[in-house]
């Protein structure tokens, strides 16, 4: 393979995203400070991890709140912790019909073309494809990758039929975004999770060419992978294939990168990280055995530190958290609809309000608490519940955010404990 086009001479005077970064997703904007704080501890332990303040269009429409609180929280925390590293405001999951309220307040795009995956483009724009990428079809070997792939065309023209009209749409999102802002001033991702099967090498290989050729100085890609990426739980799935995938994707992207002059700093994002315990050695081992970036998501995780805060204080936070799982229970199909297809809550094993009404601080806060698994009193389908069961919080307004400030001392410990013992050691310094 010798194809390279002339983008990487574009591609390298971008805004440059960190080897490391981390996604903290926060609802209601109260934990900056708390999240970044992990940030600190592991800066001070010796390796940077980049905050990434992310929040979809979908939870400021159900929240009631605008990307620029989002920025406005993620400024005040790094003024008062006097951080001095990078950080970035996500729009997360946007695309050209919401991407405009974002344009002011962020700085990281994260492009959703889902709904283009698996689209049929054009049979012209597919031909054309095929025939720029020749060096696709055959015998070629990637570093990394014991096993060397003997491609044909017809396989080439079918990953094109699937993911090219995708990448199209980044490509159209991409130059939106670099007409209204400028060329440079924002990190670019693209997801391409929302698809029934995980990539293969090749695969992933033909979506990074036609990047390249729509000239998207992309930095971060979420690819598919093996498994359940369920909210707030733990990885499902096999973890030996799990583990063989990351590596093989982490190695194609590096050789991705050497063909077609994509940024170097090119790296995995994977969506949905928080609390996959279980897959966060497979992480570690294959981003230093090919000295990788990675950036991981970890969205919902923060406002469930919150209800455990509040639980966890007792009194009137107590009965807060539990009027907000009683809400959530009787809403359950409602709040769950959206997210169908990253939950799996197993309904008669959900505790009936009356008897959450009856627990303990304590019993509350073990059934929610999710730390590997190790509590037998963890309950998985309570906490995935009250993971999409924000909406109840947002409902409550003042009612609840006076909550999190009458309860910051413990709410904040909570979510800075969760982020840096639970998520960033664990894969950048075990």
């Not at 269009?57 to 005040?76: K, V, Y």
């Not at 294939?241 to 790296?267: H, S, W």
């Not at 309860?407 to 950048?428: A, D």
Request: proline share 5%; aromatic share 8%.
């Amino acid at each position: 393979m010798t194809a390279k086009n002339d983008g990487e001479r574009v591609m390298s005077t971008i805004l440059q995203l960190p080897k490391y970064s981390i996604g903290v997703g926060d609802r209601f904007a109260h934990q900056s400070k708390a999240q970044l704080l992990a940030c600190q501890r592991s800066l001070e332990a010796g390796v940077l991890i980049t905050p990434v303040w992310n929040k979809s269009n979908r939870e400021h429409l159900i929240i009631g709140s605008e990307p620029s609180q989002t920025r406005a929280a993620a400024d005040a925390a790094v003024k008062a912790l006097s951080w001095t590293g990078p950080y970035f405001v996500d729009a997360d999951h946007i695309n050209l019909k919401t991407a405009d309220r974002f344009l002011a307040p962020c700085d990281f795009f994260t492009m959703d073309v889902a709904e283009d995956i698996g689209r049929l483009a054009a049979a012209d724009t597919i031909d054309a494809f095929v025939g720029r990428h020749r060096e696709l079809i055959g015998q070629f070997s990637i570093p990394g990758i014991n096993q060397p792939f003997n491609i044909d065309e017809s396989f080439v023209r079918r990953a094109a039929g699937t993911f090219l009209a995708a990448v199209q749409q980044a490509g159209r999102i991409y130059r939106d975004l670099a007409a209204k802002r400028g060329d440079g001033t924002f990190i670019p991702e693209i997801s391409m999770d929302e698809t029934d099967l995980p990539q293969t090498p090749p695969e992933l290989l033909v979506i990074l060419a036609a990047i390249a050729d729509e000239k998207i100085p992309i930095q971060t890609i979420a690819p598919k992978f093996t498994g359940r990426f369920n909210k707030g739980v733990d990885y499902v799935g096999d973890l030996r294939q799990f583990a063989k995938e990351f590596r093989e994707d982490v190695a194609t992207i590096a050789f991705a990168i050497e063909r077609y002059g994509l940024p170097r700093n090119l790296k995995l994002s994977i969506h949905s990280g928080s609390d996959k315990y279980s897959i966060y050695p497979a992480i570690r081992e294959g981003i230093r055995e090919f000295d990788a970036g990675i950036h991981l998501k970890t969205a919902g995780t923060t406002w469930l530190e919150e209800v455990i805060g509040l639980a966890e204080s007792g009194g009137e936070g107590l009965a807060l958290a539990k009027e907000i799982y009683a809400e959530a229970y009787t809403h359950a199909a409602e709040l769950c609809a959206p997210y169908a297809t990253v939950i799996d809550i197993d309904r008669p094993n959900l505790p009936m309000p009356t008897t959450v009404d009856a627990w303990t601080s304590e019993q509350f806060v073990r059934a929610l608490r999710h730390d590997g698994n190790r509590d037998p009193q963890f309950n998985p389908n309570l906490r995935q519940l009250l993971h999409v069961g924000f909406k109840v919080a947002a409902k409550m307004g003042r009612r609840f955010t006076g909550a999190l400030e009458a309860n910051e001392v413990i709410i904040s410990r909570n979510v800075t404990i969760n982020l840096f013992e639970r998520h960033i050691r664990p894969i950048f310094l075990a």
